[in-house]
């Protein structure tokens, strides 16, 4: 799958460095906090933590209140603000963004489609007699829009240099198939006249099946990928 962002103009080289190097001192600073040590007491960091009680919180369907709550006490415990005590601070820590979701809900009984809801808690009267509330609905979609991801995937300097890794090959033969650059097709997109000649082009493969939510539960995601070549 070849995606080709259309770009009205190209940032200059300037411009995009002082770009990177903002991204990379924000960066820098949440890095540098998480990896504090939780306390004098334990090899164990701010980020080991944080991931724990994430995976407790998901495990136990805990309340965002009950979470933030933990954290203040771990604050308190260790005389310091380690942690995020506030909904907003917790996904921009995680880098989640949950105006790229949107939910497609669906009634179990008489398979009723109710149109698409940005919220992530909702109340549905189904026609059919059936309350459908977000703590307990069994069959819904999630849309996730890539764009957003996809920005921030290309702001972080390690991806960058990776995706530009391909103008610039450190092959140990140069007659084998090392990677998918070797390829006979590949090359020829490559070319200076082609489409993944140009840098600010890319191609990317999906590969995805379906998994459980968790490992003790009964229900699994099936994603599925709708491309609008524009």
């Known amino acids: 799958m070849l995606l080709n962002p259309h770009r009205t103009s190209v940032p200059d080289d300037a411009s995009i460095l002082n770009f990177l190097k903002r991204k990379r ?8 906090k998480i990896k504090k040590k939780f306390c004098i007491c334990t090899d164990v ?12 919180f998901k495990k136990h369907s805990l309340t965002w209140m009950a979470l933030l709550d933990i954290f203040e006490v771990l604050n308190y415990i260790v005389k310091a603000n380690l942690f995020p005590v506030t909904k907003y601070s917790v996904q921009i820590l995680i880098n989640v963004n949950n105006e790229s979701l949107s939910y497609h ?4 009984k008489c398979n009723k489609y109710f149109k698409r809801k940005n919220e992530s808690k909702f109340r549905i009267n189904c026609r059919c007699g059936s ?12 849309e996730i829009n890539p764009t957003q991801q996809l920005q921030r995937l290309f702001e972080d300097p390690i991806v960058i240099n990776a995706v530009e890794e391909r103008f610039d090959l450190n092959k140990l033969s140069e007659n084998a198939l090392e990677d998918i650059f070797d390829g006979k097709i590949y090359k020829e997109y490559s070319k200076n006249t082609n489409l993944l000649g140009n840098p600010y082009n890319f191609s990317y493969t999906f590969n995805t099946d379906g998994c459980k939510s968790a490992d003790s539960s009964k229900v699994t995601i099936w994603p599925i990928y709708i491309y609008n070549d524009t």
Do not use: H, P, R, T
């Open 25 to 32: 001192d924000s960066s820098s600073k949440i890095e540098k």
């Open 45 to 56: 960091n701010v980020a080991e933590v944080l991931l724990l009680f994430l995976n407790i």
């Open 131 to 142: 309350i459908i509330k977000s703590s307990s609905v069994g069959s819904f979609f999630i």
């Open 105 to 108: 809900i669906v009634c179990e």
